[in-house]
């Protein structure tokens, strides 16, 4: 394969960000790290590298021929105690741009060869140091921006999703077996597994794919942050409960009817959810093209959005809550499966007293409504806990598995398939051969989870992904 001829040689990265630092590493791996690294390092202790005990660090002086180019600390790793499951050595130099760069060709010259993205991870996962899955939440864990996103990543990479699989498949590789050894003895007519252990199996694996496949709109929507449109007429000031909401000046405010004509997206991270606000062009008829054209841009912002901000101001709603009435029925009517908040802005507009009588008003079934001041800022925290109570935070809470992988939803879903086609099979009592056939399928795509199946082009997608140097 590919990528096992590609692992005999030793790779080096930069470990750290690029770019001027307080300090960097530079990250060794492969057979030949050790002698790459005593090299090119005297260290003050006078002793070779290439003699010191795995786990050690030492001081000492990166120099090329006479010239000292830095003075780093040097960590040793011998395999398989490491990170990739190979000799590794960190040496962690002064952050500078010239150093980083003077270190890594100084390895290059000795032999070794520039990493590719994700390839410390790709080795480790080739040297049984963690599955697929474990490397793929690594680079989730990198990414993560929030505490909802990085407590999944964090469990994915612990193993919590994977070994519930591996579970699963082995016990269904288990029935496979047996069933495929009917099919040996297939004149004799015997029955090796048993039918009755064999269809409670099928049903626990049916239900734990249903509850992971489910999982995913929650995990997908933790991991990329929940979209919520702001969204209303003109001027009811949509783009000053943005600011409010980000606390700075992000979208421009005025009381010129139409002053937002595109899109604004900001990302704000209430109790650890990360919610991602859309601050939209207000809708109204209008000859103006470039205002059309924001307009149909808040429509589509709308069907994307997983919560709709309905904004309206106070004045208007009492002058005539009829009209508001049908304005929210259509919203809601038009997006049945969104949560609809209406926003009722500028109650410092009103007497105190009517603010009762804006909360009176009708509204339709699972409608929230919050009075606010998006100028003052009154109310706009009470907007906050209301958004943070609609995620669906008991799932995250009682760290249930939650999938938020693409790749894997995709393998657990072609999972499903075959099993509800091994179902079908146990309900018509197709022939052993047959079954066989489905329940190897449904193995290949559990395996491909796991990476207990790969192919070079899968691995390749997945570590292409990566940042370089992890
Ligand atoms: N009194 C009061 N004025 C407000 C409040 N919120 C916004 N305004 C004012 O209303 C006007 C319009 O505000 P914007 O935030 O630009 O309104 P918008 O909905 O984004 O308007 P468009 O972008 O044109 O669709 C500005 O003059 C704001 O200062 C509020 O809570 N109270
Ligand atoms: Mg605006």
Known sequence: MYFCTMIQDTIVALATPAGAGAIAVIRLSGSDAIAIATAMFNAVSGKKLNHQATHTVHLGHIKEGTRVVDEVLATIFKNPKSYTGEDVVEFSCHGSNYIQQEIIQLCLKKGARMANPGEFTLRAFINGKMDLSQAEAVADLIASDSQASHQLAIQQMRGGFSSEIKKLREELLNFA????????????DVAFANRDEFQKLITRITQVLKRLIDSFATGNVLKNGIPVAIVGEPNVGKSTLLNALLNEERAIVSDIAGTTRDTIEDELNIGGIAFRFIDTAGIRDTSDTIEGLGIKKTFEKMEQAQVVLFLIAATQLLQDKTATQIEIEKIKNKHPQKTLVMVVNKIDQIQ?????????????????????????????ETLKTTLLDFVNTGALRNNDTIVTNSRHYDALLKALEEIVRVQEGIDNNLSSDLMAIDIRQALYHFGEI?????????????????????
């Open 177 to 188: 077996s047996l069933i495929e050894l009917e099919l040996d003895f297939a004149e004799e």
């Open 352 to 380: 105190t007293k009517q603010i009762s009588e804006v909360k009176n008003i009708h509204l339709p079934q699972k409608t929230v409504l919050i009075p606010i001041s998006a100028k003052t800022g009154e109310g706009v």
């Open 450 to 470: 796991t990476g207990q199946v790969t192919n070079d082009e899968l691995l390749g997608n997945i570590f292409a992904n990566f940042c370089i140097g992890k």
